[in-house]
T-cell receptor
């Protein structure tokens, strides 16, 4: 079945440092989504990437979708304590017919030292 | 507009006991999902319901049953709880008419401990 691998599992940074998490799929994806989960909270949708090579920005967050639509990354510039949480990627298979299921990566837990 | 609600928030069970986790959404979404989250394992899909009247197994369905009661409600039942079912359970919903670009909205979660 489809697998979505996410690295690193954990990342601890000093406030102000940059952070990147990477997501790789074993199969070509139709789209990839990113979610953030604050400690003790629930996953919240951040963004969706659909096109090959797509790059989207949300303030200090930059999201990329690979040319082959099998990998993605999330980069945070100048981290802040409010960035603390677990970041999940979730991919949807690029197969014929309806496929309602997202496959989530295991997430990257980001902690920020003030 | 409450979004996705889940009850209870916390539950402690003894091995062998049964319980039902409730989930409701008020966004008129047709698809609903149950996930479990364990440390280091991410979110794993237990069951999903693409539309009212249909349910399908996800990645880890063993030990669980589901009921799509109506468009709003999707419940998860543990018939005989086991310690391996200690986890945080999240319900989610989405508007499948936007497929493949629909996003999922998650409830606050139910924290279950099975002793």
């Amino acid at each position: 079945g489809q697998q979505v691998m996410q690295i690193p599992q954990y990342q601890h940074v000093q406030e102000g440092e940059d952070f990147t998490t990477y997501c790789n799929s074993s199969t070509t994806l139709s789209n990839i989504q990113w979610y953030k989960q604050r400690p003790g909270g629930h996953p919240v949708f951040l963004i969706q990437l659909v096109k090959s090579g797509e790059v989207k920005k949300q303030k200090r967050l930059t999201f990329q979708f690979g040319e082959a639509k099998k990998n993605s990354s999330l980069h945070i510039t100048a981290t802040q304590t409010t960035d603390v949480g677990t970041y999940f990627c979730a991919g949807r298979r690029n197969s014929g017919g309806s496929n309602y299921k997202l496959t989530f990566g295991k997430g990257t837990l980001l902690t920020v030292n003030p | 507009n409450a979004g996705v609600t889940q009850t209870p928030k916390f539950q402690v069970l003894k091995t062998g006991q049964s319980m039902t986790l409730q989930c409701a959404q008020d966004m008129n979404h047709n698809s609903m999902y149950w996930y479990r989250q364990d440390p280091g394992m991410g979110l794993r899909l237990i069951y999903y319901s693409a539309s009212e009247g249909t349910t399908d197994k996800g990645e880890v369905p063993n030990g669980y049953n589901v009921s799509r009661l109506n468009k709003r409600e999707f419940s998860l039942r543990l018939e005989s709880a086991a310690p391996s079912q200690t986890s945080v359970y999240f319900c989610a919903s989405s508007d499948i008419s936007l497929e493949p670009q629909e996003t999922q909205y998650f409830g606050p979660g139910t924290r279950l401990l099975v002793l």
